[in-house]
């Protein structure tokens, strides 16, 4: 065989080879039951079919049953089958089987049709020949493991249902339908005798069953496909039906696995999101009540870190056992992209809340990795059917918002979506619209706030802060949009423009200064700096291209942008920075829990006591307590240390007293513009 297929795609092109050789042609269609192609028909001039082609091919008596067939189905969104016939090249006709079924997406609609068309005229010229030499049909039949049966209608006489004794050992022939049925798993025992009772005119006399046999000795299942066809003599009911048998455990095990990894993480082995839309939605369609449960489980990157790259999957798959253990009702729980799932039915507002809970007991136990112990923890989102989504894709979005909204507040938070998530996320939506545009527009000014010396006052630093010009809401401090630019790629490209400006605007400073004169300017980077980009290299070039010492360039970062990077990359990147001479402050620091082992994990130079613990100063003996323990780990580590949030004398003389040398607040003045900073310099 010598065909090609010229100017098709090559996916075509192997379908079409596919199809020749097996003699299974492939169609797709659109979900209204538009046909889209017909891989591998030929046209009866021997040419490969287009989508319009298909129906000139079908024989006048067959088409209106089968286009009434088609369109039936497609209406309904439910699988079907095809037997009719075909004309060939030389204008003879072939029966064909055809096969569809829909492909729906996560919200369970129909996006498409796909199909196959099967020439079965060898086989049904095969059965009918079995009525003139039954030892040639037997031959042939067991080499394509095929067998022949003919049903009696009127006096329930069949024959050749023992070819199932090639599959099983049968205790005694089968002479007539109550001994086949004896044989069929009882589950699929209806789906034999409704063909028997489906005799009337109307009805399609075409048919296919697939049904398990039982082994009587052994026990044993098999899958059986029977595809016959009632006859009748002209209106009268049909009094005789008649077709093909085949074995197909071997398909059917091979069709579960594909199905199967269709809807199965394969490195975890737990449902995919594609068996949680499934749950959601034959939840939703019984009317019932559900919530879905997002969580983000800290800790697996870490441990995959420490011990192994499966490591991660393993503990994944443990807790997601541990989680199983107190849903006793089975309750699915699945992978959903870097989160598990757990979908609860018939859960409440009321309810849901105490199912959250026992889930986040189930983490306070150690996990075992080897000889070592991992603790592990989450946050969860929750959404409700039908209150927060009628369908998956819905009730994920809510989810989703509520987790983003949990993941936001301590370690092991739960949050109940409820509509003003998503009113936030809109505004949210909006307003990192308006950064991009802001970004680009050059809407930024760099405002700065003196850093002083606790003795004598003096200036010897600035920190750089960010404003945004507004066009509608005028000047914005970092509060109104720092969160929203933090999680947007714009963080990057004003990130770069911050050490750019910033080192210009400090050269400025300096320039008529003398040395010992001369003020630092201390500078904040975001997370998607150290993730993307090189920002030392970024700095390393802003320096020399301004002509900046790089000790007068002080890199500030806080706990949470090393949580939200490779430990790796960032202490990189830090000691790069360190090695060429940027000092590297820890901003914020005592707010967080793992702040003392990042003092000797990463390239600190300085210590920042942060403004919650500066507050109270006065009043409260358990911020002294901090602060002093800040200084006393300043001075272990031969780190600076600087204060922050000092609004007024007695905070200032407190923490003189306590050894702290520097400090920062409105005290010494507000973030401010540079023609102010100038003016300020000036006055010292």
């Not at 983003?404 to 998503?422: D, E, Q």
């Not at 210009?504 to 300017?521: F, M």
């Not at 707010?591 to 390239?603: H, I």
């Not at 272990?636 to 407190?654: M, N, R």
Request: with cysteine; aromatic share 6%; hydrophobic share 40%.
């Amino acid at each position: 065989m010598n065909t090609t297929y010229a100017g098709l795609a090559e996916g075509d092109r192997v379908s079409l080879a596919v199809a020749e050789m097996s003699r299974v042609r492939v169609w797709r269609a659109e979900a209204d039951g538009t046909l889209r192609n017909g891989f591998g028909w030929k046209t009866a001039d021997g040419k490969v079919a287009t989508a319009d082609d298909w129906a000139s091919s079908i024989h006048p008596q067959d088409l209106e049953t089968i286009t009434g067939i088609w369109f039936d189905a497609f209406r309904k969104g439910s699988p079907f089958e095809l037997l009719f016939r075909g004309q060939q090249a030389d204008k003879t006709y072939h029966w064909y089987k055809s096969n569809g079924l829909p492909l729906r997406g996560a919200n369970g609609d129909i996006e498409e049709w796909i199909g196959v068309v099967q020439d079965i005229q060898d086989d049904l010229d095969a059965a009918d020949t079995a009525r003139v030499s039954e030892e040639r049909l037997r031959l042939a039949l067991e080499s394509g493991n095929y067998g022949v049966w003919d049903h009696d209608l009127q006096t329930g006489e069949l024959w050749g249902a023992n070819a199932v004794a090639r599959f099983i050992d049968l205790p005694s022939p089968i002479a007539n339908l109550e001994d086949l049925l004896e044989i069929v798993h009882p589950d699929d025992r209806h789906l034999i005798l409704s063909r028997v009772s489906a005799q009337g005119a109307s009805e399609n006399p075409h048919f296919r069953n697939e049904f398990r046999i039982i082994d009587p000795k052994t026990q044993s299942i098999r899958w059986i496909e029977a595809i016959g066809t009632l006859i009748a003599n002209g209106d009268n009911p049909p009094t005789r039906s008649l077709g093909l048998i085949r074995e197909i455990t071997g398909e059917k095990i091979q069709r579960q696995r594909l199905e199967y990894e269709a809807r199965h993480d394969p490195l975890t082995g737990l449902p995919n999101w594609r068996s949680v839309a499934a749950e959601l939605l034959a939840l939703s369609m019984a009317k019932r009540s559900a919530a879905l449960i997002l969580v983000w489980i800290e800790g697996l990157r870490e441990a995959s870190e420490l011990y192994a790259r499966n490591t991660g999957w393993s503990l994944l798959r443990e807790v997601a056992d541990r989680f199983r253990s107190v849903l006793p009702n089975g309750e699915m729980i699945a992978r959903t992209s870097t989160e598990l799932a757990v979908v609860v039915p018939d859960a409440s507002s009321q309810t849901i809340g105490a199912v959250a809970e026992r889930l986040q007991d189930m983490l306070e136990l150690p996990f075992e990795v080897g000889e070592a112990q991992v603790a592990l923890s989450a946050h969860m989102g929750i959404a409700l059917l039908p209150d927060d989504g009628m369908i998956g894709s819905e009730l994920l979005l809510s989810a989703d918002l509520a987790l983003a909204k949990a993941k936001s507040g301590m370690v092991g938070t739960t949050c109940l979506f409820t509509p003003a998530l998503r009113n936030d996320a809109r505004q949210e939506h909006a307003l990192s619209a308006e950064l991009r545009q802001a970004v680009r527009g050059g809407e930024f000014e760099l405002f700065y706030q003196p850093q002083v010396r606790m003795d004598d006052h003096r200036i010897i630093g600035l920190e750089a802060l960010l404003r945004w010009h507004h066009p509608q809401k005028g000047m914005l401090a970092p509060a109104a949009f720092l969160p929203v630019l933090k999680k947007s790629p714009m963080a990057n490209h004003l990130g770069k423009w911050v050490i750019e400006q910033a080192a210009r605007d400090i050269a400025a400073l300096n320039r008529t200064r003398s040395v010992s004169e001369k003020i630092r300017v201390a500078v904040n980077l975001f997370s998607r700096q150290f993730a993307t980009g090189d920002v030392a290299g970024q700095i390393a070039d802003a320096l020399a291209s301004h002509e900046v010492a790089p000790d007068l360039f002080e890199i500030e970062v806080t706990e949470r942008v090393i949580l939200r990077n490779d430990d790796g990359t960032i202490r990189s990147t830090l000691t790069r920075l360190r090695d060429l001479g940027c000092p590297v402050a820890f901003d914020d620091f005592g707010t967080g829990y793992a702040s003392l082992s990042m003092l000797k994990k990463f390239p600190i130079t300085r210590l920042k006591i942060d403004r919650e613990f500066v507050e109270n100063l006065e009043r409260s003996p358990e911020d002294g307590a901090i602060v002093d323990a800040v200084l006393f780990l300043g001075r272990t580590f031969g780190l600076s240390i600087t204060a922050e949030g000092i609004e007024c004398k007695t905070q200032a003389a407190i923490l003189q007293e306590r050894g702290c040398e520097e400090g920062q607040g409105y005290l010494f003045g507000r973030p401010m513009p540079l023609n102010e900073v100038r003016t300020l310099l000036g006055a010292h």
